[in-house]
């Protein structure tokens, strides 16, 4: 099965800052990638994805990075905001065409 | 749309009652996911249903745990003898953008 690893864990930024959250799988027959939003007493949310024949995609302040050679997808958010303060999670899609795996998410915590 | 439905929101039941989770998916999806999330082993599939047939179930425990999905517009994920350790967030999804609902909580003392 797919093996997904998410890093950081945990990330605290101040206002106006940029962050990067990374992305790491192991299936090299995964080929949608999206990013979560998850925040508290909710259920996940879609807040942006990547096909495998893209490289970047950007909505607005948010963008996803995927590098298919090294198996690795990033989320950029910039200009953050304490509403982007929840946690997020990476859920690579494997060969079943299905599956997602999510990884065990990054705390993003946004310091007004 | 009102998007994927979960009831109830919160269930706190005794170990070995059994416990009831339902879904409504969005309108015209007839297929579905059920998902597990705990602080240990995070986001996890139980089930995949397509067409309103199981065809991953895998990610199912143990026989406690069954699902059905028996129309489009209704599944239900059933525990029976329910136990503490089934105590997590439970989620239905629809694909076509992998769309949550809000979730179950169910505790189970």
């Known amino acids: 099965g797919e093996n997904v690893e998410q890093h950081p864990s945990t990330l605290s930024v101040q206002e106006g800052d940029s962050a990067v959250i990374k992305c790491t799988y192991s299936?090299?027959?995964?080929?949608?990638f999206p990013w979560y939003k998850q925040e508290l007493g909710k259920g996940p949310q879609l807040i942006i994805d990547?096909?495998?024949?893209?490289g970047e995609k950007k909505d607005q302040r948010i963008a996803v990075t995927l590098n298919k050679t090294a198996k690795h997808f990033s989320l950029h958010i910039t200009e953050t905001q304490p509403e982007d303060s929840a946690v997020y999670f990476c859920?690579?899609?494997?060969?079943?065409?299905?599956?997602?795996?999510f990884g065990k998410g990054t705390l993003l915590t946004v310091n007004p | 749309d009102a998007g994927v439905i979960q009831s109830p929101r919160h269930e706190v039941t005794e170990m070995g009652q059994e416990v009831t989770l339902r879904c409504k998916p969005i309108s015209g999806h007839n297929s579905l996911f059920w998902y597990r999330q705990t602080m240990m082993r995070g986001l996890e599939l139980l089930i995949y249903?397509?067409?309103?047939?199981?065809?991953?179930d895998s990610g199912m425990p143990e026989d406690r745990f069954s699902a059905k999905m028996p129309n489009a517009s209704f599944s239900t994920l059933k525990i029976q003898p329910s136990e503490p350790r089934d105590s997590a967030v439970y989620f239905c999804?629809?694909?076509?953008?992998?769309?949550f609902g809000s979730g179950t909580r169910l505790t189970v003392v």
């Open positions: 859920a690579p899609r494997g060969g079943s065409n299905y599956k997602l795996t």
């Open positions: 999804a629809s694909p076509g953008g992998y769309t």
């Open positions: 299936d090299s027959a995964s080929n949608y």
């Open positions: 990547i096909r495998s024949n893209v």
């Open positions: 249903f397509n067409n309103n047939v199981p065809i991953d």
